[in-house]
Every structure is written in structure tokens, then in C-alpha cells.
């Protein structure tokens, strides 16, 4: 087919569309739902129909705002406890931390320096941990000085390893051994705050109590509202009057 063919097609359809809505929205037959002389009919039906609609519409974007309101406070709430839950937690354990940078056998995290060489395989912690470099023509020697005052040797040969990403390397785990020294030093009172916080998120609902209050002022005032049952009597009386000139009763 081609395509004014396709197009033509798609035409008929719309229209057939329209036509058969049309007569569903105006039963009865042809003459009730397309005839100029049942027009101010057709009117009277559409006034009554469209009123009810639109209380009912504002009725219902309403409410729906008032609920969506209760949920989004009670979602706020939960994440707020949940992020001052994993606070705690962190600052209770804070495990490795985040990873930070590595070179050959030695990984660099947050709070420890992950050391997997010939000798000794595990993480120490940064806060008792030292680091010292050396360097020749050939090699950079890196000394990573554990709690018990063992220390670690890795090698890195020039070829392999420039002697300047070695140099970065070292300066990183200098800077994040002065970094997890004050977390240290700060851990007991950054855990503290993290307690009251917890506590106070746990007990701060307020903004759900005002959302439930207001869904419950919604729910009341709409309960009382008389226009929506009101419209619903009169768009019924509508319909009495279509089923009496026609027969047939709109749905």
C-alpha cells in the first residue's frame, strides 16, 4: 500500500473513533448524537457531566497531594535515620574507609594501608603506621614500618615503576596517616554527635504528624462537602431527561 494509502487508512480510523465516541458519550442513534436539533440536549447532558467531573477531579488531586505529602515525610524521615544510622556505624567500625590510591603490593585506604608483600600479607592501620622511601639509579625501596615496629620492604624497579609516581605514592600515605591520626584523635566526640543526631532524627516526626493532620482536615472537609453530591444528583437528572427524549440512559 502506498503511502496516501496508509494515510487515508489512518484517517478512517480516527474518524470512526470519533463517530463511535460520540455515540457511546449520546446513545441513542444517529440523529440524538450528531442531529443540530438535539444540540441544547446534547449541552445540557455535557454541563451536567462536566461539573460532577470537575469536583471530583479537584476533589481527587487533592487528596492525592495530601497523601503524596504524608508519604514523602515518612520517606524524608526514613532516610534521615538511615543516614544518621550508618554514621554511627561507620564511626563505631570504620573498617577500611575509602580506597584511596596503590602502588605494587601496598593499597592505599582510608584508614589502613593494605600491605600484601613476601613476608606479610594484611592491613595496618594507618594512625600506627610509618613510611620511608629510598632511591637509586635502579630501584626505589619503600619501607612501610607497622604497631609492632616491623618493617616491610617493597622494591620497585626504575624500569617498572618511575621513581616519581613512588615519591606521589609515599606523599599520599603521609598525608592520609596525618588524616586518620585526627580521625582518630576526633572519632570519640564526631561518634557522640552522631548518637544525638540519631536521636534526635528518630524523634523529629513533626513534618509527618503535619502531613497526617492535613490529610485528615482533607479527608474531613471533602466527607462534608455537599457540591460533589449535588453535581453526581444533577448530572442523574441529566440523564433522566436524555432516557426520556430518547430511550436509551447515558453511562
Known sequence: MQAW????????VAVGALVLRQLRRYPGGWRFAFGAEYGAARG???????E???LERSA??????????????VVAHGRRVRDAEGQVAYLRDPGRGGYRAELGGLCLYEHVLAVSTYDYSGD???????VRSEHTPRASHLYVIGPDGRQHLVTYPAAETPEGHVRQFVVDVHNAIAEAKSFRRDRPAQLREAR???RRATNDTAEQEAARRHLEE???RQG????????RQSRDAAYDRWQQLTGHRPR
Open 5 to 12: 494509502g496508509w494515510t487515508l487508512l489512518l484517517v478512517l
Open 44 to 50: 445540557d447532558l455535557d454541563r451536567a457531566r462536566g
Open 52 to 54: 460532577l467531573s470537575g
Open 60 to 73: 481527587r488531586q487533592e487528596l492525592a497531594g495530601a497523601q503524596g505529602a504524608v508519604k514523602a515525610a
Open 124 to 130: 595496618l592501620p594507618l594512625h600506627e603506621t610509618a
Open 196 to 198: 544525638a543526631e540519631l
Open 218 to 220: 482533607v479527608t474531613a
Open 224 to 231: 462534608g462537602d455537599l457540591r460533589i453530591p449535588a453535581a
